[in-house]
């Protein structure tokens, strides 16, 4: 039983593949050739976006997107530390400040009302409001260089400048509420919608609930390549014309005009072709997503496992099937029993990003993030991909109640 099941995927569309890759070695045209314009008109039809940018990596639209909008040291950025790193590194990057919020214990995704707490704890400097790294105290703070770890940025405190929500496992957090939340503080918001290409929200598609959305092409992602990739979408013209710049080393009206200072970003052609060959048939991969999700729930009612929530609005993309086991000692037996039926699992994430080393210099402690803090505990994925049987539901389910 695979985790993830690509073979059979490639196998149905072994024909298109196969002809995709071999219009791009005919025309040689690897990088930005024009499957990535194609690419990119489609996907940014599908998701209701002006503009669709393609790059290297959902890590590299994330550092984008926040290049565009030309944050760097002082610069507070709200995130949650219920996530894989590259959400909370791409600020640290820049010399911001992550700022970590706790999530929903239904959904976890970011919580909102937590949120505006930890935007007027740092507009206030007091943490008695709300977990703040040390940083955030009104005194010179350094932020340490991720490349040397000296000092980087000094000022006075920090000043509230965006959020990144996550959809996390593949469900939209509560936009409706946390782009409210950044009006009435000014602040923009950038959709981590890593995980979530294909989902929806009241009717929305992900990758257009914000003014700039970041997905990833990774190959485990509902949408992935054959390596790495990424696209971040956006309706603002001026913010599209920076992302366009800033993927290419900070181009402006030539190749050798650098109009600001930018990354190498760009997407590779053989990636585009093979995205556009999974693309035909990603529709009908989110509607088989639903059922299997939806035997996994019919079969876990009752069972000691807490099964995922879905807001009536919403609809998942299902880039994990996430459970909640009673405690960690309950989790440890049940993945014992998985693996003893040879079914794989995973643990999707088993610290948080504010007790992860890389950012121990923000000084947060255990307990700031009670409720991330317990899923890691708690939580852990069962194999999901449109091509699961319900047969192999069935052995899923018997390995875990035993």
């Known amino acids: 039983m695979d985790f993830i099941d690509l073979k059979t995927q490639q196998k149905r569309i072994k024909e298109t593949l196969d002809a995709n890759i071999q219009k791009v070695l005919a025309h040689g045209n690897y990088i930005m050739g024009p499957e990535v314009r ?10 209701g976006a002006k503009h669709a940018i393609s790059c290297a990596s959902g890590t590299d639209a994330l550092l984008m997107a926040l290049m565009a909008y030309g944050v760097g040291p002082g610069d507070a950025i709200f995130t949650t530390p219920f996530t894989f790193i590259a959400t909370a590194e791409v600020i640290s990057l820049l010399g911001a400040t992550p700022v970590f919020v706790d ?4 959904t976890f995704n970011i919580d909102p009302a937590k949120l505006d707490l930890a935007i007027q ?91 700039i959305a970041c997905t990833s092409f990774f190959p485990a992602k509902p949408l992935g390549c054959y390596g790495d990739g990424g696209m971040c979408f956006t309706d603002n013209d001026e913010l599209a014309a920076a992302l366009d710049s800033i993927r290419v ?37 989110v509607q088989l997503r639903q059922k299997v999700a939806n035997r996994y729930t019919a079969l876990l009612d009752g069972a000691s496992v807490r099964p995922p929530h879905i807001p009536p609005d919403d609809l998942s993309a ?5 459970v909640l086991a009673k405690d960690e000692a309950h989790r440890v037996a049940l993945l014992k029993r998985l693996n003893e039926a040879k079914i794989p699992s995973a643990i999707y994430y088993p610290k948080p990003l504010h007790l992860q080393t890389a950012f121990a210099f923000l000084g947060y402690a255990p307990g700031a993030f009670p409720v991330s803090e317990d899923a890691a505990n708690r939580i852990f994925s069962l194999p999901m991909h449109p091509y699961l049987t319900g047969q192999d539901q069935i052995k899923i389910m018997e390995a875990i109640e035993g």
Request: hydrophobic fraction near 40%; glycine fraction near 10%; charged fraction near 25%.
């Open 318 to 322: 299902w880039a994990q099937y996430s």
């Open 38 to 47: 194609e690419l990119e008109a489609k996907l940014g039809t599908y998701v």
């Open 103 to 106: 999530i929903d214990p239904v």
């Open 121 to 211: 704890a740092v507009k206030a400097n007091d943490p008695s409001l709300h977990p703040l790294p040390k940083s955030a105290a009104n005194i010179p703070f350094v932020t340490p260089s991720p490349l040397t770890g000296e000092g980087w940025g000094e000022g006075e405190g920090l000043r509230p400048r965006g959020i990144i929500p996550v959809d996390l496992f593949g469900l939209p957090a509560d936009y409706d509420a946390i782009n409210a939340v950044a009006k009435e503080h000014g602040l923009f918001v950038i959709e981590d919608a890593a995980q979530s290409f294909g989902a929806e929200y009241k009717g929305k598609k992900a990758c257009a609930l914000a003014e």
């Open 249 to 285: 080393h900070g181009k402006g009206s030539h190749k050798y005009d650098n109009a600001r200072i930018g990354i190498n970003g760009r997407l590779d052609t053989l990636q585009a072709a093979i995205l556009l060959a999974k693309f035909d048939i990603f529709p009908e991969e």
